[in-house]
């Protein structure tokens, strides 16, 4: 970066295009909109930011993102304990939480197996929902990986890993989205909504 | 690398992905004609996006390519072959992810060339017959190295240029091939390589497709084939195959 630019906007134009999604341009945007804001933004923004990683955690059971271990969804007793719905992501719980539907509790796997990227089982939280199921207390996994082909190595590999302890495995149903053209939908997805059709 | 064309229609297979902005992929391409590239695919993570199901990894896809600048956008795509049979076993999973990785470490975005487009293609349907998946994996792996200029030596010592003799043999990675006992013996580094698997790989590098499905390779002869063919490849790679760690591994948890 040209030295007419001060070491302070360098540096924060390098940090945010280490993030997902940012490139140098988008990085370059945000910096000088900082620039010209209220002092109050920038403020409340690196507060959030040193927050972000000193006042988190991974919760001990779940290994959801929380503040208070165990989270507020472990910790509630309200809700069932004998179902769990496993996800690859935190921010999957919150859609599952949307629903309004599910009363049970959650496993975050924090990724999705990918042998050709390297990502195996002891680089997500699977050794840790097998401990889990193992305590006993669980009767049904739901997995909810996301429906690609990762996702479908991840829910192959937690099947043979969890049936064997005796816990019923299930899978969310597939199939049409709401709102989509059935011309567009590739076969996979019809195929997997013909299978799960029900009687009406 | 895709020609100068601002739109063209290709098929393509899908190497690799990755999630880029709020809802995109960008896809690692293998095509016929235009090399391998990278293009994004936009809203792909949205389920309800037309082209959300068609660019899944190690599917046959009709794409309609823009080029827009620097970037290649995928405008459209049709599924040609989804190899299910892929998306419901896992073994046959981690390998296809094996052929994927191999023909990205193989190749680079000039030189890869239809021949390997058309192998990987095969290879992926014949991972979703009802056969033992490592005769796929073998049979692809000497195939590719034969078209990335590294076919090993099978009928000549590598270090002599004698005509090998119908015996028990070795084999050096380093010389690229088979060396004769006597070979061997003068230089010290090689792995045994026996008669029965020496004829199946000078098959696999003749024989098509059909007449070596035919064949019965016993769980001794597959790890013999799988021992000699995985340590020629990783020392031209010069590392480790991310997707071969996988395999093993599932292999120790069945036992």
């Not at chain 2, 391998?36 to 199901?53: L, S």
């Not at chain 2, 239809?114 to 033992?132: I, N, V, Y």
């Not at chain 2, 029965?196 to 098509?208: F, G, I, N, S, Y």
Request: glycine share 6%; with cysteine; hydrophobic share 40%.
């Amino acid at each position: 970066m040209s030295k007419a630019v001060p070491l302070p906007v360098t540096r924060l134009i390098e940090a945010l295009s280490r993030l997902p999604g940012i490139g140098p341009k988008s990085a370059s945007r945000l910096t000088y909109y900082l620039l010209r804001a209220p002092d109050e933004l920038s403020h409340t923004l690196a507060e959030a930011l040193s927050e972000l990683k000193s006042q988190t955690r991974y919760c001990s059971v779940c290994y959801n993102i929380t503040e208070e271990d165990p989270c507020a969804i472990c910790a509630d007793t309200q809700r069932d304990s004998t179902q769990v719905v496993v996800v690859e992501e935190p921010l999957d719980v919150l859609a599952v939480e949307r629903t309004g539907a599910f009363q049970g509790r959650y496993h975050v796997l924090h990724g999705a197996l990918s042998p050709v990227e390297g990502i195996g089982p002891e680089d997500l939280k699977i050794g840790e929902l097998v401990r889990r199921v193992q305590q006993g207390g669980i009767l049904e996994i739901i997995i909810a990986t996301n429906p690609g082909v990762e996702g479908d190595a991840t829910a192959m590999y937690l099947q043979r890993q969890l049936t064997p302890l005796g816990v019923k495995v299930t899978r969310l149903a597939r199939g049409l989205p709401t709102g989509g053209d059935l011309e567009y939908v590739d076969s996979v997805t019809l195929l997997r909504a013909l299978q799960g059709r029900h009687e009406m | 690398m895709p020609k100068a064309e601002r739109v063209f229609r290709t098929e393509a297979i899908v190497l690799r992905r990755q999630d880029i902005g709020e809802a995109d992929r960008l896809l690692l391409l293998l095509t016929p004609d235009h090399g391998k590239f990278r293009a994004v695919a936009h809203g792909t993570r949205k389920p309800a996006a037309r082209k959300t199901g068609h660019v899944e990894l190690f599917t046959l896809v009709d794409m309609l390519i823009r080029r827009r600048g620097e970037w290649y956008v995928v405008a459209q795509a049709e599924t040609k072959n989804a190899f299910l049979l892929l998306r419901e076993d896992l073994v046959r999973n981690t390998y296809a992810n094996h052929l994927a990785e191999l023909l990205d470490r193989f190749t680079s975005d000039q030189d890869s060339s239809r021949a390997e487009f058309d192998l990987l293609a095969r290879a992926l349907g014949w991972l979703c017959e009802d056969l033992d998946p490592r005769t796929a994996a073998r049979y692809y792996e000497i195939r590719l190295l034969a078209l990335a200029g590294f076919a090993p030596s099978l009928h000549y010592c590598s270090v002599g240029q004698e005509p090998l003799e119908p015996q028990d043999q070795f084999f050096s990675v380093a010389d690229g091939g088979v060396i004769c006992p006597d070979h061997y013996f003068e230089q010290a580094h090689g792995m045994p390589i026996s008669l029965t698997a020496l004829k199946v790989l000078r098959h696999m590098q003749t024989q098509p497709w059909d007449a070596i499905k035919a064949l019965h390779i016993n769980t001794p002869l597959h790890l013999e084939l799988e021992r000699l063919t995985l340590a020629y490849i990783t020392y031209l790679l010069e590392q480790r195959l991310q997707s071969v760690e996988f395999l093993r591994r599932l292999r120790r948890e069945e036992l």
